[in-house]
């Protein structure tokens, strides 16, 4: 599957006339970035974004330009009403056919008719797996995330725990985070093999 995905995403940076006969030379019309809350999915989503020219699109950024601030809407509304309002600005992303880079907010898996539209064949599903002790480094005291509140890191280790087998359900690649800068991580999705090196004889 890596194989194809690569091809399929140097397809869509490199190939201006793809052929209809051969799926795996036609662009990927999506990559979807799924994950935990600090796998990066915001930062190597826009990193991917810039490498395979595709337009970038953030769930979370989607949904506080229709309904304001997260954290505000989470206080007034609940929870509930911010997933199936998250599964609305989703499903309006996935149902269009314009390619992008749509990296999603960490509980999206949750809603099944979000999982239903990524199993389909215009997304190229990327998990974004981390660390514990890393995510919470990078989430802090989990500003800007209310399902933190209180106890980030038991809660952040608690809500892996039940969506870790949803993240691998969607999946068509999963890369650990863990270690690699959000640059090296676009590259990974990508196909290291592309990545430009420093030349030895042009320092
Ligand atoms: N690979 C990385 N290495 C180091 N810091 C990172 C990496 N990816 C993201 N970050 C930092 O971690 C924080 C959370 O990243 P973000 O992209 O918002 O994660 P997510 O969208 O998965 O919750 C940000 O401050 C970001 O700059
Ligand atoms: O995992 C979650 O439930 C959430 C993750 C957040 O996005 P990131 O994963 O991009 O931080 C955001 O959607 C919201 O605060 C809820
Ligand atoms: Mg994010």
Same mark, same amino acid.
């Given at each position: ?120 064949? @215009? ?9 514990? %002790? *890393? &995510?919470?480094? !990078?989430?802090? #005291?989990? /500003?800007? +995330? ?25 999946? @068509? ?9 959000? %640059? *090296? &991580?676009?590259? !990974?999705?990508? #196909?290291? /093999?592309? +990545? ?8």
């Amino acid at each position: 599957m890596t194989g194809a995905l690569e091809a399929r995403l140097t397809a869509a940076a490199t190939v201006a006339a793809a052929s209809d006969e051969d799926p795996d030379a036609r662009p990927a019309r999506r990559v979807v970035l799924v994950g935990p809350m600090g796998a990066g999915k915001t930062t190597v989503g826009r990193a991917l974004a810039a490498l395979t020219g595709l337009p970038f699109v953030d769930s979370d950024e989607l949904f506080a330009q229709v309904h304001g601030p997260i954290p505000e809407f989470f206080a007034e509304h609940g929870e509930a009403a911010f997933r199936a309002e998250e599964a609305r600005v989703i499903g309006h992303v996935l149902g269009r056919p314009a390619p992008c880079v749509l990296s999603c907010g960490g509980g999206a898996v949750l809603h099944p008719g979000t999982r239903r539209a990524l199993a389909g064949p @215009d997304s190229d599903v990327v998990y974004l797996a981390v660390g514990e %002790a *890393e &995510a919470l480094r !990078r989430v802090g #005291g989990g /500003a800007g +995330r209310p399902v933190l509140a209180g106890d980030p890191a038991g809660t952040w280790r608690r809500i892996l725990a039940e969506r870790e087998g949803l993240y691998r359900q969607v999946a @068509d690649l999963v890369l650990d985070t863990t270690g690699l800068t959000a %640059a *090296e &991580a676009a590259w !990974r999705i990508v #196909g290291d /093999a592309h +990545r430009p090196r420093r030349s030895e004889s042009h320092p």
